[in-house]
């Protein structure tokens, strides 16, 4: 028979295995406790949701939309998508579950799976995991400032490196249609100089300009006229609340009138996370306020803002501390007989909070041993047949590979072979 070929996984998603993944659940169990403090409470998304909701909401210029969406037809022929971000299902859970009446300034955070298929490289996937927090309902620059000082602190807490705060106004349907209007003109008159990309972007949306990677373009755009000299007067106000807030609380960060964000929704307030160091996909967040896309979505004018932190490259930044600990224990049965009382012994461990593993039975003593080295556990309980003869447990110290022969009874209670192994814990070097 020939040998069945390997399945890879698809192109842009990949595996978080335990070392990472326990990076992750600290950053995650960092968020959590910080959003539950600022009052956030957690909501659960689906991963999939109807087409139009991100077309409508994300804006159909949008590299996201235009090219980027897992999209198919369901069975039933409804178009579905795998969600590229979450503040459009927030929006709509928030309208669909009674939260616009019931809680009107709902503050809600979510972590999971965002699917965009972009080209795939160092930082950037197909499949990448965000954290978020929005607020819903809340027009007050008091809403946009928390929300910036609850992400400084976060960073701090889980001790993100070099990472950059950059603010802007992108302002609202008062003062943007002109600017685009001015902007386009600019664009215009610099027609020869723009790629191919740029002159669809300037007749489709002249904000994406902003987006090109294309040096020439960047060098154009250097001139361009800039949004935050075209604000008016609500919208300049409003940011001027938001960076006085942020100077009381000390949370320090960048004017940058270039940053535009990706997505369409954004008004008034933008900002986003730059990290030092991380090369071409150095965002480790971003967000902003949306104040029109609840009602965009079918609801009532109410005002929105929010943010999405990248796992992965927050991840990539963040030094915070992790638990690399091993197991207190690792029992091991050294054949059949011995175990039925292992696992009994290991669970009576387990129940009373200490971390044990275990190992099968029908290998030498030898190899079990380079187990426990590799599981980096701290004692190897021994249980062989000479140890069930005696009732006893031979308990290793895996720092100095010393034998305590018969040390641990295997029919005490669990709290006194609880005491008995955490006496030994604290012996060792
Ligand atoms: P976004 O800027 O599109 O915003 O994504 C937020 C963060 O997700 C990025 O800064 C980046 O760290 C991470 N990210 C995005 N795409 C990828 C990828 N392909 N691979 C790895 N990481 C990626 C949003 O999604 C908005 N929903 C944020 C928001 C919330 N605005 C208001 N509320």
Redesign the pocket.
């Known amino acids: 028979m020939t040998k069945a070929a390997a399945i890879r996984a698809v192109k842009g998603f990949r595996d978080v295995l335990p070392d990472e993944s326990r990076r992750w659940q600290a950053i995650e169990n960092a968020a959590v406790a910080t959003f539950v403090r600022y009052g956030f409470g957690e909501i659960r998304l689906p991963i999939l949701e109807r087409t139009e909701l991100f077309a409508r909401s994300l804006g159909e210029s949008t590299d996201?939309v235009e090219k980027e969406m897992y999209t198919f037809v369901d069975r039933d022929e409804t178009s579905v998508t795998l969600r590229p971000?979450?503040?459009a299902s927030v929006v709509r859970a928030y309208l669909e579950s009674g939260l616009a009446q019931s809680d009107p300034t709902a503050q809600l955070f979510y972590r999971g799976p965002?699917f965009?298929r972009?080209r795939p490289q160092k930082?950037?996937?197909?499949q990448?995991y965000?954290i978020?927090a929005?607020v819903l309902g809340r027009e007050d620059a008091l809403a946009d400032a928390e929300l910036l000082v609850m992400l400084a602190r976060l960073l701090e807490t889980v001790q993100a490196r070099g990472v950059r705060l950059e603010l802007n106004s992108v302002g609202d349907a008062a003062c943007r249609p002109a600017y685009t209007e001015t902007l386009r003109a600019f664009g215009r008159a610099h027609l020869a100089q723009l790629c191919g990309d740029c002159h669809r972007r300037l007749e489709r949306n002249p904000l994406r300009l902003f987006d090109c990677k294309v040096e020439t373009c960047r060098a154009v755009l250097a001139d361009a006229p800039m949004i935050l000299d075209a604000l008016c007067d609500p919208c300049r106000t409003h940011l001027a609340q938001v960076r006085a807030l942020l100077d009381v609380c000390g949370v320090t960060y960048g004017m940058n009138p270039r940053l535009v964000?990706?997505?369409d929704y954004y008004v008034r307030t933008a900002f986003?996370?730059v990290a030092e160091g991380l090369g071409a996909?150095n965002?480790?967040?971003?967000?902003?306020r949306?104040d029109g896309l609840v009602a965009a979505l079918g609801g009532p004018a109410v005002a929105g803002?929010?943010?999405?932190?990248?796992l992965?490259?927050?991840a990539s930044v963040s030094e915070v501390a992790v638990d690399e600990a091993g197991p207190a224990a690792i029992v091991l049965p050294l054949d059949a007989g011995g175990v039925a009382p292992a696992l009994r012994l290991a669970t009576r461990l387990r129940d009373e909070g200490l971390t044990v593993n275990l190992e099968p039975s029908g290998r030498s003593l030898k190899a079990l041993l380079r187990v426990a080295d590799r599981r980096r556990a701290r004692l190897a309980i021994i249980v062989g047949e000479d140890e069930l003869q005696q009732g006893r447990a031979t308990v290793r110290d895996l720092t100095r590979h010393v034998d305590r022969r018969h040390a641990l009874a295997l029919d005490a209670p669990g709290p006194e072979l609880a005491r008995s192994v955490r006496a030994f814990l604290e012996t060792l070097a």
């Open positions: 996201v971000e979450a503040t965002m965009r972009e930082g950037r996937y197909r990448f965000q978020g929005e964000r990706g997505l986003e996370l996909q965002a480790v967040g971003g967000g902003g949306y803002v929010g943010f999405a932190l990248g992965e490259r927050l």
